[in-house]
């Protein structure tokens, strides 16, 4: 592939699995990519990428020297200094939190599974893409970070009419003023009250009141 100038695209590969990280290298090379530096560490990529310069750099997750999120830390850091710079992440798992992070950084970024280098004509469609400015979260996260969404919000238990009436509840409405609102009766409120509580698991107590509690689900919801 080559740049804007028509110059090969110039790549920092780092990961601590050799084999790997030479076979990627064999791979890009033999698409039109340059490979100017490997890395087995998040030290050594960073000096290689402050010396080099490169226009992608293809980031292993987790590196040494505790296989932790060394690799993350280093693409923010490239971030920071060589924002033209584009970076692609490679991991085994999906990690959502990371992933999320990373994604928050703007363009030419890139969340990848390490099985997908598999698929040679895709990896290589995928890396061109990213290079040339797109951001690309493999499909595998995004199924996973709708997954995660969903696991996360205490009100899908709540019907459409309950988080209705939880969101007036929240806004200080009383029953009758909740029921004024929605233009049913003040017992029909009561209900779906009583039924909010208790699908948020909210048992009684002597010291917390229920309803505020409710409505503190409801404002970390948000």
Do not use: C, W
């Given at each position: 592939m080559a740049d804007t100038r028509g110059m090969p695209t110039r790549v920092v590969l780092a990961d601590d699995d050799v084999l790997l990280r030479e076979g990627l290298a064999s791979l890009l090379a033999g698409s039109g990519f340059e490979v100017v530096g490997q890395a087995g560490n998040g030290v050594e990529l960073l000096a290689l990428v402050r010396s080099t310069r490169p226009e992608l750099a293809i980031i292993d997750i987790r590196m040494p020297p505790a296989h932790a999120t060394e690799g993350l830390a280093a693409a923010r850091v490239i971030r920071a200094e060589l924002p033209d710079t584009a970076i692609v992440v490679?991991?085994?798992?999906?990690?959502?939190?990371?992933?999320?992070?990373?994604?928050?950084?703007?363009?030419?970024?890139?969340?990848?599974?390490?099985?997908?280098?598999?698929?040679?004509?895709?990896?290589?469609?995928?890396?061109?893409?990213?290079?040339?400015?797109?951001?690309?979260?493999?499909?595998?996260?995004?199924?996973?970070?709708?997954?995660?969404?969903?696991?996360?919000?205490?009100?899908?238990?709540?019907?459409?009419?309950?988080?209705?009436?939880?969101?007036?509840?929240?806004?200080?409405?009383?029953?009758a003023g909740i029921a004024h609102q929605i233009f049913v009766s003040e017992g029909t409120v009561e209900k779906h009250v009583r039924s909010i509580l208790t699908k948020l698991d909210l048992p009684e107590s002597a010291t917390d009141h229920r309803r505020v509690l409710a409505v503190l689900r409801f404002l970390e919801a948000r």
């Open positions: 490679l991991s085994a798992h999906v990690e959502v939190d990371e992933a999320m992070e990373l994604l928050a950084g703007g363009q030419r970024l890139g969340y990848l599974l390490k099985s997908r280098v598999t698929d040679v004509g895709q990896f290589i469609e995928t890396i061109e893409r990213i290079t040339a400015g797109a951001s690309v979260v493999d499909p595998s996260l995004v199924q996973e970070l709708v997954m995660a969404r969903r696991r996360r919000d205490p009100l899908d238990v709540l019907s459409p009419r309950e988080r209705e009436v939880l969101a007036l509840m929240a806004e200080g409405a009383s029953n």
